[in-house]
């Protein structure tokens, strides 16, 4: 073999070996601070990501603080301390988003949300009490009222929007309401017409927790004729003794009458004012509280006043007001109770039911159908 030639091929090979070893160097010094600062720059991505998208959390909370404290409501000055935080925060945000900021916009975050669940709390218990309301007697009409502001509330309150959908409640408490004494007018007027076309000789006395009742719905007997109560009487004479060691003069004037006594009164008063005005004041035979005996109209020592709207501005018609429970007498139809007595507010009309009972309507304008659940 040629030497020479061994040694060029040897050569060859060693060129070879050196340049394959730059070209590794090479590619180590070139490609390994690539893969390097790759890496670096993937780190400080995720780590400006991290902070970016926790930064992102903090704005879309502070969004949503900004939206609903506007539909919420609760104590004054808890809301206004939050509005505070909000302009505060609001205030700051030009800034970098500090952690400190974020720990603020958190917290509110947390308070909004537990005021939320407090109005949500608040929102169906109220809906419940309205909802547990009797709508006996709301015609189609009303009731097709009711459903819609009902359906008002439930949209708003799905849309957080508490304010409004409280709003919304206090409007249908107050339909409610008014269409009840409405409704209840118009059942009274219904019952009554109904009540005294019987025949008056089968009717039956109504008692109730042993309370004998007598009103548009439950008449008596044209045989009723107990007279006057002894215990009524008596009450009211003890009542009198005490009323004037206050220097109030107290006159029963008129208590017990018979079926066709009422009979003449009323027919003369519906000659004179006719038959609806006088419904509002007088009784039909068979359907006054007088011919229990225990009905006692009291006046005071100006006469002129006797049985007048203006008597319930005397001081004896506000001591009777006060006192009259105490002996166990009732005032019997109340001032705005019209719709529920289907009377006029008769401020001398006073019902013996006995102290036991008397009792619980003391400091109150309950009317005695509301008492006994009728
Ligand atoms: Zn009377």
Redesign the pocket.
């Known amino acids: 073999m040629n030497k020479r030639h061994i040694s060029k091929k040897q050569a060859l090979k060693n060129r070879t070996k050196r340049l394959v070893l730059f070209i590794v160097i090479l590619g180590v010094v070139i490609y390994g601070p690539i893969k390097f600062k790759h890496i670096k720059l993937n780190k400080s991505q995720a780590v400006a990501s991290e902070r970016f998208s926790s930064e992102l959390e903090s704005i879309q909370e502070f969004k949503e603080i900004k939206k609903s404290i506007d539909n919420l409501y609760g104590d004054e000055d808890k809301i206004n301390s939050i509005k505070k935080s909000i302009a505060n925060i609001q205030s700051k945000l030009n800034d970098n988003i500090t952690e400190e900021l974020k720990n603020e916009i958190s917290d509110l975050y947390a308070k909004i949300n537990e005021i939320s669940a407090e109005n949500e709390r608040d929102l169906e218990a109220y809906s419940n009490k309205i909802n547990s309301e009797d709508l006996k007697g709301f015609n189609d009409e009303e009731i097709g009222k009711v459903n819609e502001i009902t359906n008002s509330y439930t949209d708003l309150f799905k849309e957080k929007n508490y304010i409004d959908a409280r709003e919304k409640l206090k409007e249908l408490e107050s339909y409610v309401q008014d269409i009840k004494k409405e409704a209840n007018t118009r059942r009274i007027k219904e019952v009554y017409d109904e009540a005294s076309n019987e025949d008056p000789s089968t009717r039956e006395p109504k008692v109730v927790k042993g309370i004998l009742i007598v009103n548009k719905e439950y008449g008596l007997p044209d045989t009723y004729a107990p007279g006057e109560s002894e215990e009524a009487r008596q009450a009211f004479e003890n009542m009198k003794v005490d009323a004037s060691k206050e220097g109030i003069y107290l006159n029963a004037f008129?208590t017990y009458r018979n079926y066709w006594a009422q009979n003449r009164l009323y027919n003369n008063y519906v000659a004179n004012y006719g038959q609806d005005p006088t419904d509002t004041f007088s009784a039909r035979a068979g359907f006054s509280?007088?011919q229990t005996g225990l009905?006692f109209?009291i006046g005071g020592a100006d006469r002129s006043l006797w049985a007048m709207e203006d008597f319930k501005y005397t001081d004896e018609a506000k001591w009777l007001k006060e006192n009259a429970y105490k002996y166990g007498f009732i005032l019997r139809y109340p001032e705005g109770k019209e719709w529920k007595t289907g009377y006029m507010h008769?401020s001398?009309?006073f019902r013996y039911v006995g102290v036991e009972h008397s009792e619980n309507f003391k400091d109150s304008d309950l009317t005695l159908e509301e008492y006994l659940g009728l």
């Open positions: 008129s509280e007088h009905a109209d008769e001398w009309h």
